[in-house]
């Protein structure tokens, strides 16, 4: 009891026990207030205080926190007056006191849990509803009601309004999805369209979950739907933009790639015509078995890094033609067109992204094509050849025998009609010999019947002969033949270089070398 004359309590041991008082403790109402939390002090004082003067109809319920020493506890009282003075005021209150620290915290962490998820709902743009289906109603939550544009001109009251709020191309496979997964007591998830009261088109994403009696029939449903417009559009202008990738990837006439600048060529991404150029899957290259590196001839390795290596200095785009090895061991030309990237972040090494073409079908016609054109040339110069020695050579020859025949029948003629004469023979003679060199020139015949490295040992002859330098010639071939377009091609390449030395280098001493590889000629001039 409290009386309100002397403001002091009248407490059991119960309630002292509680409050952490000894046993005959007298507590005053400044005492009791020195015990309650700061921040519940201010409505203790102000119910406290209007339930004194007759503001509140009692009972008296409080809430409140005290602190006992460390601990804290929450009380709950109710009390109820008891005694008044004649004028009606109020003297006495009795009232009791429980401790309901057990129930409150849980409370409270509910209380505090329900705040945090509804904030979260807000944030997420989320909202719940529930569905009665013996009375075919909905509740909907304000941010659901939000979030379907639901207002009274439109109301979403049973299963029918909600069928009409879904897009016509969604509504058919949305109330499938419902329907199976009640049957088949599953929870069920689903995207769909709805349609706004304005018109407007908007993504949501559905959760639901049913309660079913012992029968299996639907009791209750509780549901949870999230706006996610901007997250679908985006999602789906991401898969068309991938679509268009895919489609513009698999029209390109080799393989799109990705791949780390490392000693192996890690692939990081092989497109489908992998396997038609290189005779590997995807797979085999990405899980290196073998190497990219690995299946590029070993001819064109240098080559390729070099190519690479100065792509990545300067930042340009690169082309590179090379040889690679098939799975079935065959030797294929390929094309490979790229820029290199040195990305921050999660890659360790700089990232070639480029495509690699098949051109080998290309470079052998391209061979065909200049094979044959030097097989042209060289029928064409051989014809001229021939045309000169039987024709123009065999006439001046003809024409020189006839004049010689009658060189003893004109010893007696004017000595000026025989300077004539004998003037007339040396220009005979000298266009016999210049046709000659002209012909041998055009195709020289030792090298058909004796071999490129017999023509060149004479050629070098005659040089040293006729002029005052020294040559030096160098092979490793031997008796062995090149054939006829390569061997007449590298002797018109000495032709030319050696009359350019005669022109502009004068020079003393030339080298000439011819060495044959396994994979190459090295032919080299040098004065």
Sequence with gaps: TFDMEEKKYNMSDETLHVLGQDKGFVLTLE???????PEDVPQFIDKFGQATIGAIEPPLDLEFRVI???????LFSRSIPTRWSESGDILETTGIVQDITERKIPQLELERNQRHLKKAFKIAVMGRFSYNPYEDTFFWSGMSRQILGINEDRPISNWDSLGELIHHEDRKSALKSIQETMKAQKRMEGEFRIVSYEGSVKWIKVNLEYEFDNKGKVTHC???????????LNELKTLDINHQLNTLIKSVPGIVFRCYLDDDYTMLFLSDRCKEVTGYSSVELYEKQPTFESIISKKDKEKLRNSLERASKTGEQYEVRYRIKTKDGQERWVWESGVIRKPKGRYEHPIIEGIITDITEVTNADEKIISATLKGEDDERRRIAKDIHDGVQQTLI????SFQAIDAAIDGLDKKIMMHYQSGMRALKDGLEETRSIAHSIMPKSIQDFGLVN???SLTTVIQDTRDIEVNFYENLGDARLGSIIETSLYRICQEALNNIYKYADASEITIQLMM???CIIFSVED
Excluded at 68 to 74: D, M, P, R, V, Y
Excluded at 222 to 232: E, F, R, T, V
Aim: aromatic residues 6%; without cysteine.
């Design 517 to 519: 590889y396994d994979d």
């Design 68 to 74: 006992i020493g460390k601990e804290t506890k929450w």
């Design 222 to 232: 509780d549901g949870i739907l999230m706006d996610i417009n901007d997250a679908k």
């Design 398 to 401: 003809s024409s020189m025998l």
């Design 31 to 37: 005492g009791l207030i020195s015990l309650i939390h």
């Design 455 to 457: 023509t060149l040992e």
